[in-house]
């Protein structure tokens, strides 16, 4: 366990030196060392990556395909749309309407800014 937590932190530098947020979801990364299943899918997860290889050299692919970022936008829309939910004061019980293109609320997209606003329903 030691030593896919090492392999987090390693990766986690790696992205954030390269300028890649966590939101962002990249296809791979190369670990030196198996692990069992669990712990390869436990890293995967922890660095937001699609699958982990094994090879010689560890190392995390950051090149970004139309999906990865199509993927990547989502989330980050996801995230904005939660947090005007709790400027709001929206519960999570609360069912709310999102209207994309308008509204007081912004959030930054590989696209540009996108406006949208929430209502609740």
Do not use: C, W
């Not at 010689?56 to 939910?85: K, Q, S, Y």
């Not at 069912?95 to 509204?103: D, L, P, Q």
């Amino acid at each position: 366990m030691e030593s896919v937590r090492n392999a987090a932190s390693y990766f986690l530098k790696e992205r954030q030196q390269k300028g890649v947020l966590l939101r962002q979801p990249l296809a791979h990364a190369t670990v030196g060392q198996a692990f069992s299943p669990e712990l390869m899918e436990l890293l995967a997860e922890e660095i937001n990556v699609k699958k982990i290889l094994v090879g010689e050299v560890m190392g995390i692919d950051t090149a970004l395909t139309p999906e990865l970022i199509h993927e990547g936008d989502e989330r980050a829309f996801e995230r904005a749309v939660a947090e005007a939910r709790k400027e709001m004061g929206f519960s999570v019980k609360d069912s709310v309407s999102v209207t994309r293109g308008e509204g007081p609320h912004e959030v930054e997209l590989s696209t540009g800014i996108e406006k949208f606003s929430v209502t609740k329903v």
